[in-house]
């Protein structure tokens, strides 16, 4: 059985940076919010949302939005920038696949994005639970799309990938988190190649799937790092980029190197849509699952005025 890994970061006594005024959210209130947080608890379903601290948490939830992450709210990993909870998980629920198949027709979901903690621990790491979860939702609503955050299966990809993409979500995500020289402190657990691999076998079993990752910055990258790893991305014919700003969640965390300012950001995302992105998201409050639903429409938009273009006749 695989040993938790521990935080490459010491906790840390110093007080954390204050936020721009650009970072600033409102509280979750409203009557919407609660039903969603109250339909969650009655599924006995986690979310993504509540264990990672999200900052959109009340915009979202307001819409009935959520990202549930299955495999239990325990993860086998201890990354230095993640707020979800480190230890040995709990076994698999069974009943899980049908109650977020519920949850997801109770909130009249027309896009739902799925992921979940690591799981060493598991021989498969998981990944028969995310195809019983797609299949779940195929049977509750057939024309609800399914977009998937997982994890990167570590020493079980292959297997674990050709299964869920046997499966046929919309959209395959998986995120890089940083540059390559930060993984040995914030992502220990992860190799940087190995994800990028992941994301390119989603590919070539199945061109059809939309694949996606995202970046955190603020962490002492360098621009022309942020740029490598576009490059990569790119080369692993990775469609849809998304850049937000770490956040500290608490002060055991990795620390807030800088904030990065909306122009930087803005900057950020000409250069990747001049890449060849099919579609880029890049704001300081951006997460993988943030306006899934809307970014989703605009993807297959963007690819249908691809093959358009690809097709139309030349005079």
């Not at 204050?18 to 919010?33: E, L, M, T």
């Not at 509750?140 to 674990?160: G, Q, S, V, Y």
């Not at 469609?239 to 950020?268: C, R, S, W």
Request: proline share 7%; aromatic share 6%.
């Amino acid at each position: 059985m695989t040993e938790p890994l521990q935080p490459a970061i010491a906790p840390t006594s110093a007080p954390r940076q204050r936020k721009p005024d650009w970072i600033r959210v409102k509280a979750p209130i409203g009557k919407a919010f609660s039903e969603t947080k109250g339909l969650m608890r009655r599924m006995n379903l986690a979310t993504v949302c509540e264990e990672a601290a999200c900052p959109n948490i009340g915009e979202c939830w307001t819409k009935k939005h959520a990202t549930v992450m299955i495999l239990g709210d325990t993860c086998t990993r201890a990354c230095a920038f993640c707020n979800v909870k480190t230890g040995m998980p709990r076994a698999v629920d069974p009943l899980e696949p049908q109650h977020v198949a519920d949850a997801a027709a109770e909130l009249g979901l027309e896009h739902i994005v799925i992921t979940s903690v690591d799981r060493d621990d598991l021989p498969d790491g998981g990944a028969k639970q995310f195809v019983k979860v797609i299949e779940a939702l195929r049977k509750a609503k057939p024309a609800m799309t399914i977009e998937i955050l997982t994890p990167d299966f570590r020493n079980k990809a292959d297997a674990a990938v050709e299964m869920i993409v046997a499966a046929r979500p919309d959209v395959y995500n998986h995120n890089l988190e940083t540059v390559p020289r930060l993984y040995p402190t914030i992502r220990p657990g992860a190799r940087y190649y190995a994800s990028l691999r992941l994301l390119e076998s989603v590919k070539r079993l199945d061109p059809s799937i939309f694949t996606k990752s995202g970046v955190m910055v603020g962490l002492g990258e360098e621009r022309m790092e942020v740029h490598q790893v576009m490059d990569d991305m790119r080369s692993a014919d990775i469609d849809f980029l998304t850049m937000g700003q770490y956040l500290q969640p608490t002060p055991k965390h990795a620390k807030v190197i800088d904030f990065v300012t909306p122009k930087a950001f803005e900057a950020y995302g000409a250069i990747a849509r001049a890449k060849g992105f099919m579609l880029v998201s890049a704001t300081p409050l951006t997460r993988s699952s943030y306006h899934a639903g809307d970014d989703f429409a605009k993807l297959r938009d963007a690819r249908n005025a691809k093959l358009a273009r690809e097709t139309a006749p030349t005079i």
